[in-house]
């Protein structure tokens, strides 16, 4: 339960494309879903957030969709760009004092 | 305002050694957390631990590995008798609360390599 599902492992999308990353989880408590994007021998970086009680959110060209029926949600980078290329893993917490589980992570590789 | 300091970058040791990781959390962060990263795989919890206290060790090997948070200093993670199974890049994040909807800070990671 305390899993985080991502697909697919690895993404190539043409420059200018979308790229849609997607994320499962079986834990209804979970009431938290970052993206964190992380370029080679970096540490991750918080791309964008969602809460349960919003549908969607976007901030630039990120755009996450959530379907909290579903129990899934989804990024979507518009416009894709070479310098998108990244490793991106999705996340989710609940309560308070509580870790974060983070997905397996999807490569991403944007051509130009 | 410097983000969360991790070091060594690297650190080799051989099997049987120790290896002690460093972190510094983002100023007026007093949370931190730390997750190992298996090449090609994505980080695993470890441990949570707040200002002198230990949160939630739930992903830490019961045997080997300790972290600890002082009053004053970094948090450190400490592997004792390093094994070859121990190679792996250790995050450190930190964050100014413990609120589920408080984002993670990570720093750039410790490469630690067991010959």
């Known amino acids: 339960q305390q899993q985080v599902k991502q697909s697919p492992q690895s993404l190539i999308v043409q420059k200018g494309g979308i790229s849609i990353i997607n994320c499962a989880y079986e834990n209804t408590a979970f009431d938290y879903f970052p993206w964190y994007q992380q370029f080679p021998g970096k540490g991750p970086a918080l791309l964008i957030a969602i809460r349960p009680d919003v549908s969607e959110k976007k901030e630039g060209r990120f755009t996450i969709s959530f379907n909290k029926s579903a129990k899934q949600f989804s990024l979507h980078i518009m416009d894709s760009q070479p310098g998108d290329s990244a490793t991106y893993f999705c996340?989710?917490?609940?309560?308070?004092?509580?870790?974060?589980?983070f997905g397996p992570g999807t490569r991403l590789s944007v051509l130009p | 305002n410097a983000g969360v300091m991790q070091n060594p970058r690297h650190l080799v040791r051989r099997r049987g050694q120790e290896a002690r990781l460093r972190c510094s959390p983002m100023?007026?962060?007093?949370?931190v957390y730390w997750y190992r990263q298996l090449p090609e795989e994505g980080l695993k919890f470890m441990v949570y631990?707040?200002?002198?206290?230990?949160?939630?060790e739930s992903g830490m090997p019961k045997e080997r590995f300790s972290a600890e948070f002082p009053k004053e200093g970094p948090s450190i993670l400490r592997i004792q008798q390093v094994v070859r199974g121990d190679s792996a890049a250790y995050f450190c994040?930190?964050?100014?609360?413990?609120?589920?909807?408080?984002?993670?800070?990570f720093g750039n990671g410790t490469r630690l390599t067991v010959t």
């Open positions: 996340a989710a917490s609940k309560d308070y004092g509580q870790n974060f589980v």
């Open positions: 100023k007026g962060h007093s949370h």
């Open positions: 994040a930190s964050s100014p609360s413990g609120r589920s909807n408080s984002p993670l800070h």
């Open positions: 631990l707040q200002k002198e206290n230990i949160i939630d």
